[in-house]
């Protein structure tokens, strides 16, 4: 079996406005220890994540713990978002027709297939490894839709407030046949969402 152990990254500093350089919050890093704790005792082999800063700050000192370097796929980035992206009204139009986007973002449809052409890859470079990946919220609701299509709106409002978070999936060749949660640190999402 193969085990990707996706880690959302901790809470970032929504103030910096370049999305790809984003740094976490001074309790977004200390969070971070929060991963390494979660993935201590577990064997992993490679170490990959999204090129944007937050995500692979929440795994670097994990993959350093485990002797890994941490490689980064452009098609791992989060949705690129448009203005006026984060409420209710968009999540939902999203949700409810993967193609949809603001004109000038991203669709949802998008992301996932980028994203699970990545992870492709992935699982045939890595077949039988354990990875840890770091990845983002709409990102990573994307390829738990693509696994399971009962995943949706509501599992992503779930998961918008996990900063850190860590799902394993376990896969038989390009299979997901498992699914478990193992970290969930609670922090509201604050980037101009109005609950």
């Known amino acids: 079996m193969t085990n990707i152990y996706f880690v959302r990254h901790a ?3 929504y103030t910096c406005a370049d999305t790809a350089v984003r740094p976490l919050t001074e309790e977004g890093l200390r969070d971070t220890a929060e991963v390494v704790r979660t993935m201590k005792d577990i064997q992993l082999d490679y170490a990959i994540s999204s090129p944007y800063k937050r995500s ?3 795994i670097k000192q994990t993959a350093e713990e485990h002797g890994l370097t941490i490689d980064t796929d452009e098609r791992l980035r989060e949705r690129m978002n448009g203005r006026d992206s984060n409420n209710m009204d968009m999540f939902r139009r999203r949700w409810a027709d993967l193609s949809f986007s603001e004109s000038d973002g991203e669709c949802l449809q998008s ?3 980028r994203n699970i052409a990545a992870i492709n890859d992935i699982l045939d470079s890595h077949e039988g490894q354990s990875i840890i990946l770091g990845t983002h919220g709409t990102a990573l609701s994307t390829i738990l839709h693509y696994y399971d299509n009962s995943f949706g709106l509501e599992g992503f ?5 996990f900063m850190p978070y860590i799902v394993r999936l376990g896969f038989e060749g390009r299979r997901c046949v498992e699914k ?4 969930i640190v609670k922090k509201e999402f604050k980037n101009g969402f109005k609950r």
């Open 11 to 13: 809470q970032p500093q």
């Open 180 to 183: 478990e949660e193992l970290l």
């Open 111 to 113: 992301v996932m297939d």
């Open 157 to 161: 409002l779930r998961l918008i407030d």
């Open 56 to 58: 692979y700050d929440t």
